[in-house]
Protein backbone atom coordinates (compact mmCIF):
# COMPACT_ATOMS: atom_id res chain seq x y z
CA UNK A 1 0.00 0.00 0.00
CA UNK A 2 1.09 3.45 -0.73
CA UNK A 3 -0.41 4.74 2.94
CA UNK A 4 1.76 3.29 5.61
CA UNK A 5 -0.53 1.09 7.86
CA UNK A 6 0.26 0.66 11.32
CA UNK A 7 -0.14 -2.54 13.45
CA UNK A 8 -2.90 -2.67 16.11
CA UNK A 9 -4.47 0.59 14.73
CA UNK A 10 -8.36 0.92 12.87
CA UNK A 11 -7.79 2.43 9.32
CA UNK A 12 -10.42 4.59 8.00
CA UNK A 13 -11.45 3.76 4.64
CA UNK A 14 -12.09 6.02 1.32
CA UNK A 15 -16.11 6.37 1.41
CA UNK A 16 -18.08 4.97 -1.22
CA UNK A 17 -19.69 8.23 -2.23
CA UNK A 18 -15.60 9.77 -3.17
CA UNK A 19 -14.82 7.14 -5.53
CA UNK A 20 -15.70 9.24 -8.84
CA UNK A 21 -13.21 11.44 -7.55
CA UNK A 22 -10.35 9.60 -8.07
CA UNK A 23 -8.79 10.60 -11.17
CA UNK A 24 -7.50 7.02 -11.69
CA UNK A 25 -10.75 5.51 -11.19
CA UNK A 26 -11.27 2.95 -14.13
CA UNK A 27 -14.05 3.90 -16.33
CA UNK A 28 -17.03 1.85 -14.73
CA UNK A 29 -19.47 3.37 -17.85
CA UNK A 30 -18.39 0.33 -19.78
CA UNK A 31 -21.06 -2.30 -20.48
CA UNK A 32 -21.61 -5.11 -18.12
CA UNK A 33 -20.72 -7.61 -21.14
CA UNK A 34 -17.58 -6.10 -21.26
CA UNK A 35 -16.80 -6.16 -17.68
CA UNK A 36 -17.92 -10.28 -17.64
CA UNK A 37 -15.88 -10.75 -21.29
CA UNK A 38 -12.54 -9.41 -18.76
CA UNK A 39 -13.59 -11.84 -15.82
CA UNK A 40 -11.00 -14.41 -15.31
CA UNK A 41 -9.02 -15.95 -13.27
CA UNK A 42 -5.28 -15.18 -12.61
CA UNK A 43 -2.45 -16.77 -10.03
CA UNK A 44 0.19 -14.84 -10.66
CA UNK A 45 0.54 -11.71 -8.92
CA UNK A 46 2.86 -8.60 -9.03
CA UNK A 47 4.44 -7.80 -5.84
CA UNK A 48 2.98 -4.19 -5.31
CA UNK A 49 0.69 -3.81 -2.85
CA UNK A 50 -2.79 -2.39 -3.36
CA UNK A 51 -3.27 1.60 -3.34
CA UNK A 52 -5.65 2.08 -0.44
CA UNK A 53 -7.79 3.92 -2.68
CA UNK A 54 -8.22 0.96 -5.05
CA UNK A 55 -8.44 -1.69 -1.56
CA UNK A 56 -11.82 0.59 -0.51
CA UNK A 57 -13.57 -0.04 -3.78
CA UNK A 58 -12.90 -3.82 -3.46
CA UNK A 59 -14.21 -4.50 -0.13
CA UNK A 60 -17.37 -2.15 -1.01
CA UNK A 61 -17.73 -4.14 -3.68
CA UNK A 62 -17.70 -7.07 -1.80
CA UNK A 63 -20.11 -6.32 1.16
CA UNK A 64 -20.33 -2.62 1.29
CA UNK A 65 -23.51 -0.62 1.80
CA UNK A 66 -25.20 0.71 -0.69
CA UNK A 67 -28.56 1.31 0.81
CA UNK A 68 -29.93 1.33 4.87
CA UNK A 69 -29.52 -1.64 6.24
CA UNK A 70 -28.41 -3.60 3.02
CA UNK A 71 -25.32 -4.61 1.17
CA UNK A 72 -24.17 -4.75 -2.26
CA UNK A 73 -24.65 -9.04 -2.23
CA UNK A 74 -27.11 -10.78 -0.60
CA UNK A 75 -27.60 -12.71 2.34
CA UNK A 76 -30.75 -14.57 3.81
CA UNK A 77 -33.00 -13.00 5.66
CA UNK A 78 -30.60 -9.99 5.24
CA UNK A 79 -28.35 -12.09 8.19
CA UNK A 80 -25.30 -10.43 6.81
CA UNK A 81 -23.37 -13.13 8.09
CA UNK A 82 -20.38 -13.19 6.48
CA UNK A 83 -17.56 -11.53 7.36
CA UNK A 84 -14.47 -10.41 4.86
CA UNK A 85 -11.19 -11.39 6.52
CA UNK A 86 -7.99 -9.14 4.68
CA UNK A 87 -4.72 -10.77 4.77
CA UNK A 88 -2.21 -8.42 4.50
CA UNK A 89 1.93 -8.28 4.54
CA UNK A 90 1.48 -5.91 7.66
CA UNK A 91 -1.27 -7.87 8.97
CA UNK A 92 -4.60 -9.17 9.07
CA UNK A 93 -7.56 -6.95 9.19
CA UNK A 94 -11.39 -7.36 9.47
CA UNK A 95 -13.57 -5.22 7.48
CA UNK A 96 -16.13 -3.27 9.37
CA UNK A 97 -18.77 -1.82 6.62
CA UNK A 98 -20.91 -0.05 9.12
CA UNK A 99 -18.06 2.28 10.35
CA UNK A 100 -16.04 1.81 6.86
CA UNK A 101 -13.28 0.42 8.67
CA UNK A 102 -10.24 -2.07 8.74
CA UNK A 103 -10.20 -3.25 12.04
CA UNK A 104 -6.61 -4.94 12.73
CA UNK A 105 -6.70 -8.34 14.02
CA UNK A 106 -3.24 -9.36 14.30
CA UNK A 107 -0.03 -7.69 12.97
CA UNK A 108 0.94 -11.41 11.48
CA UNK A 109 1.54 -12.01 7.84
CA UNK A 110 -0.42 -14.77 7.17
CA UNK A 111 -0.81 -14.70 3.34
CA UNK A 112 0.70 -18.37 3.36
CA UNK A 113 -2.14 -20.01 5.66
CA UNK A 114 -4.94 -18.91 3.27
CA UNK A 115 -4.66 -21.49 1.05
CA UNK A 116 -2.50 -24.35 -0.09
CA UNK A 117 -1.10 -23.11 -3.25
CA UNK A 118 2.24 -21.62 -3.71
CA UNK A 119 0.91 -18.40 -5.22
CA UNK A 120 -1.41 -17.18 -2.10
CA UNK A 121 1.86 -16.33 -0.13
CA UNK A 122 2.84 -13.73 -3.19
CA UNK A 123 -0.39 -12.19 -3.46
CA UNK A 124 -0.48 -8.72 -2.13
CA UNK A 125 -4.33 -8.81 -0.56
CA UNK A 126 -6.30 -12.26 0.04
CA UNK A 127 -10.04 -11.75 1.24
CA UNK A 128 -11.30 -14.73 3.50
CA UNK A 129 -14.84 -14.81 3.62
CA UNK A 130 -16.09 -16.41 6.81
CA UNK A 131 -19.75 -16.91 8.10
CA UNK A 132 -20.61 -16.38 11.70
CA UNK A 133 -23.64 -18.71 11.88
CA UNK A 134 -24.75 -17.01 15.31
CA UNK A 135 -26.41 -14.68 13.00
CA UNK A 136 -28.74 -16.59 11.27
CA UNK A 137 -31.70 -17.66 13.57
CA UNK A 138 -34.09 -17.38 11.28
CA UNK A 139 -32.64 -20.10 9.10
CA UNK A 140 -32.20 -23.68 9.39
CA UNK A 141 -29.32 -25.28 11.20
CA UNK A 142 -28.90 -27.85 8.16
CA UNK A 143 -29.13 -24.90 5.84
CA UNK A 144 -26.88 -22.33 7.62
CA UNK A 145 -23.45 -23.63 6.02
CA UNK A 146 -25.30 -23.60 2.57
CA UNK A 147 -27.01 -19.95 2.45
CA UNK A 148 -23.81 -18.44 3.62
CA UNK A 149 -21.72 -19.74 0.96
CA UNK A 150 -24.06 -18.47 -1.55
CA UNK A 151 -23.76 -15.41 0.41
CA UNK A 152 -20.19 -15.59 0.10
CA UNK A 153 -20.32 -16.78 -3.70
CA UNK A 154 -22.46 -13.52 -4.36
CA UNK A 155 -19.44 -11.74 -2.63
CA UNK A 156 -16.40 -12.96 -4.34
CA UNK A 157 -18.05 -12.66 -7.60
CA UNK A 158 -18.62 -8.90 -6.83
CA UNK A 159 -14.97 -8.85 -6.04
CA UNK A 160 -14.13 -10.66 -9.37
CA UNK A 161 -16.17 -8.24 -11.13
CA UNK A 162 -14.45 -4.95 -9.72
CA UNK A 163 -11.50 -6.13 -10.23
CA UNK A 164 -11.70 -6.81 -14.14
CA UNK A 165 -12.94 -3.66 -14.35
CA UNK A 166 -10.51 -2.32 -12.62
CA UNK A 167 -7.60 -4.13 -14.77
CA UNK A 168 -6.47 -6.20 -11.36
CA UNK A 169 -5.53 -10.12 -11.12
CA UNK A 170 -7.85 -12.19 -8.89
CA UNK A 171 -9.17 -15.69 -8.09
CA UNK A 172 -11.54 -17.13 -5.65
CA UNK A 173 -9.68 -20.60 -4.08
CA UNK A 174 -11.32 -23.48 -1.76
CA UNK A 175 -8.41 -25.24 -1.18
CA UNK A 176 -7.71 -23.90 2.48
CA UNK A 177 -6.43 -25.87 5.76
CA UNK A 178 -9.04 -24.42 7.32
CA UNK A 179 -8.74 -25.57 11.02
CA UNK A 180 -4.61 -24.11 10.67
CA UNK A 181 -6.26 -20.81 9.23
CA UNK A 182 -8.94 -20.59 11.75
CA UNK A 183 -6.40 -21.10 14.45
CA UNK A 184 -4.38 -18.36 13.06
CA UNK A 185 -7.23 -16.04 12.93
CA UNK A 186 -8.65 -16.70 16.15
CA UNK A 187 -11.69 -17.46 15.21
CA UNK A 188 -14.41 -19.12 17.43
CA UNK A 189 -16.38 -22.14 17.10
CA UNK A 190 -19.26 -20.55 15.16
CA UNK A 191 -17.07 -18.50 12.50
CA UNK A 192 -16.60 -20.90 8.99
CA UNK A 193 -14.33 -20.06 6.76
CA UNK A 194 -15.87 -20.57 3.35
CA UNK A 195 -13.48 -19.54 0.94
CA UNK A 196 -10.66 -17.06 -0.37
CA UNK A 197 -9.78 -15.04 -2.97
CA UNK A 198 -6.25 -13.77 -4.00
CA UNK A 199 -6.12 -10.27 -5.72
CA UNK A 200 -3.25 -8.10 -7.18
CA UNK A 201 -1.51 -6.13 -9.78
CA UNK A 202 -1.33 -8.59 -12.60
CA UNK A 203 1.89 -9.56 -14.07
CA UNK A 204 3.48 -9.16 -17.24
CA UNK A 205 1.41 -11.04 -20.50
CA UNK A 206 4.71 -12.95 -21.01
CA UNK A 207 4.37 -14.23 -17.16
CA UNK A 208 0.50 -14.25 -16.60
CA UNK A 209 -1.22 -17.11 -16.34
CA UNK A 210 -4.69 -17.06 -17.11
CA UNK A 211 -7.54 -19.33 -15.71
CA UNK A 212 -11.68 -20.45 -15.25
Known sequence: MGEKLRANCA??????????????????GMSMVDILRRRCSQRTFAPASLPLYQLSRLLWAAAGYNRPDHRTAPSAYNNQE??????????????????????NVNAEDIRHLTGTQDFVADAPVNLI????????????????????????????????????????????????????????????????????????????????????
Open 11 to 28: IDLVKPSCFAQDAAFSDL
Open 129 to 212: FVADLARMQLVEPDEMLQMAAIAAGCMSQNVALMCAAEGLASVPRALIDRERLAAAMGLGLNQHILLAQSIGEPMPARANGAGA
Open 82 to 103: TDVYVALKEGLYCYDAGLNLLL
